[in-house]
């Protein structure tokens, strides 16, 4: 993990470090062998940086917590899901440009 707001959760602390978090969480639904998630990863932790105390990133191994995956309907990754006050707030399926994400956390930080 690059920076000290890109933090790796599983089922046991995804109520601490996600839902309980009074900052903007986007969770990273992703696996290893998928590449379209090893290309997200590097521009969520380039927005972590930028966005500093405001935005945090949960990565979330679907291989390793599929109860997770399960629970929050996830069928196809990298899936992005945007929690703000313990809810999602917004989510985003694939790959999408930067600018698309830096958009929807804009729309949610104001």
Known sequence: M???????VSEKDFEEK???SSDL?????????CAPCLRVA??????????????KIAKINVDKDPGLAA?????SIPTLL?????KVADSVIGMVP????????A????
């Open 2 to 8: 690059a920076s000290e707001h890109v933090i790796a």
């Open 18 to 20: 996600v839902i309980s």
């Open 25 to 33: 969480v986007i969770a990273d639904f992703w696996a290893e062998w």
């Open 42 to 55: 590097p521009v969520l932790e380039e927005m972590a940086q930028e966005y500093g105390g405001k935005v």
């Open 71 to 75: 629970k929050y309907g996830i069928r």
């Open 82 to 86: 945007f929690f703000q006050g313990g």
């Open 98 to 105: 930067k600018k698309d994400l830096t958009q929807k956390v």
């Open 107 to 110: 729309n949610l930080i104001g």
